[in-house]
């Protein structure tokens, strides 16, 4: 296996930020005036995360047709396998997406009130992901809380378990991880009051001994897990060990919420309808409603019943608080119904997966092809229609093993040369996504960029 030089990546990643600098003044001028009046120099600070120094800024372009390139205002064009981290699933301006917000914004777009769609998306909801209820939030992290709340209420427990590593959005009791046995506050954020020793509980993926010691204790609400753990670098659930955490939260009364705000790539049910993963609680987030900000979250009729036992469902001729602690005016807004629907409907089908799967191997297979013929002790991991590089040579079982192999600045360096090659991935590690607008091009594209950049490297 070859052994990369750090001199050779340093002078690489020195060159390629001057590059990047050449090529994009329009953007960098854009964020130095947006530095002026946004807190981190554009709207959301995680805009910042993109290496270069700066971000790109996306060009107005009218004409562009659907799929998933891109223009900058300086003209560079881009192949984007981010998608707004999942949130751009769909693609960029699929018609019936358009179409919908279109027809509905001319309507309204929030009513407090539902619409003729509305049942629709629901019956479409428990078809495809098997769970009868359902409930619409602004966000995956909002559904979560909305979920976590629940838990508690029914089973008087205080405490959420999460996996090491994981990412569940704004979720207060998801903020641990677990570093040389000890849990701490992951990304260095801030405690904000909370009292994580109390309400969370935090244990490796894949560690079913550690798993049962936790939920033995008797005081979990709820196991809020991703099936696949997709934030940390891509961490797949060992054989077992999802029949293992369904066994151990049945046996112990605690709730299981399967968060798939990322792993809904894995086809139109989501990793949960593929594996047959039966959570009492389903959160999806991000993609479904092609962009516009929603999430929905799924209840089983076991636990729906449970939920009802304390906030019942209230006739409109009672008057009644219905606030319940989650939710807001917002949530389920008639543009995100209307756009909802097309999704479901036009956009990510049975056929779109079957060519987001294709296309997501023809990238793996490419990825692989390249770390083989030169011979670095690197894979590639594939999760549906999504894929990352890893940077070691065997699959990861848990955080640890992400942690020991995770390299800051060959990540920085490979993010930087797929920018100026016109290529986008996900700025928070080595993730990509197809969509139903990525094409075979798209995917060649990435490949001869990636066996440029190793070749490059190794040289």
């Known amino acids: ?80 396998f981010c998608l707004g981290d999942t949130g751009g699933m769909c693609g960029h301006g699929h018609p ?53 709340r629940l838990a ?24 641990v991880e677990l570093f040389e046995g000890a849990v701490r506050m992951r990304n260095g954020i801030h405690p904000n009051g909370f009292p994580h020793e109390q309400l969370s509980r935090v244990v490796e993926f894949n560690d079913v001994a550690a798993l049962e010691a936790a939920l033995r204790a008797g005081d979990v609400a709820c196991v809020l897990a991703e099936p696949v ?62 962009g516009v900000p929603a999430a929905a979250f799924g209840v089983s009729q076991a636990t729906a019943e449970r939920v009802w036992q304390v906030l019942p469902q209230v006739p409109p001729t009672v008057r009644q608080s219905a606030h319940a602690g989650f939710g807001g005016t917002l949530a389920g807004n008639a543009l995100t119904v209307a756009a909802m629907r097309a999704v479901l409907s036009e956009v990510l089908t049975e056929a779109a997966y079957a060519s987001m799967l294709a296309l997501a191997q023809r990238l793996k297979d490419g990825i692989e092809a390249s770390i083989r013929s030169h011979g670095l002790p690197w894979h590639a991991l594939a999760v549906g229609a999504r894929v990352e590089t890893m940077f070691a040579p065997a699959v990861p079982r848990d955080a640890n093993d992400v942690r020991a192999a995770r390299d800051a600045g060959l990540e920085a360096l490979l993010h930087l040369y797929l920018m100026n090659r016109g290529v986008l991935i996900t700025p928070f590690h080595n993730m990509m996504l197809c969509c139903p607008g990525t094409t075979a091009a798209d995917v060649d594209r990435h490949n001869e960029a990636f066996e440029a950049f190793v070749r490059e490297l190794v040289a």
């Open 96 to 148: 019936a997406v358009v179409a919908a917000l279109t027809r509905q914004a001319r309507v309204g777009a929030s009513l407090m009130l539902p619409t003729d769609e509305a049942a629709w998306v629901g019956d479409e909801l428990a078809r495809r992901f098997g769970l009868p209820y359902w409930n619409l939030t602004t966000s995956a992290s909002d559904a979560n809380r909305a979920c976590i």
């Open 1 to 80: 296996m070859k052994r990369i030089e750090p001199e050779r990546m340093q002078s690489l990643l020195q060159a390629e930020q001057a590059l990047y600098a050449e090529r994009h003044p329009q953007s960098r001028a854009l964020y130095e005036q947006g530095r002026q009046h946004w807190l981190y120099g554009a709207p959301s600070h995680w805009m910042r995360r993109w290496i270069g120094g700066w971000p790109i800024y996306v060009a107005d372009d009218e004409a562009r047709a659907y799929g998933v390139r891109l223009r900058d205002v300086d003209g560079n064009e881009y192949v984007d």
């Open 152 to 175: 508690r209420m029914v089973t008087g427990r205080p405490r959420v378990l999460v996996f090491s590593g994981c990412y569940h959005g704004s979720v207060e009791e998801a903020h």
């Open 229 to 290: 753990m997709t934030n940390f670098g891509m961490i797949a659930p060992q054989p077992g060990f999802h029949d293992a955490l369904r066994r151990l939260t049945r046996e112990t009364g605690t709730l299981l919420i399967i968060d798939e705000t990322h792993t809904i790539s894995s086809g139109p049910g989501g990793y949960t309808k593929l594996h047959s993963l039966a959570p009492d609680f389903f959160v999806v987030g991000k993609a479904i409603a092609g």
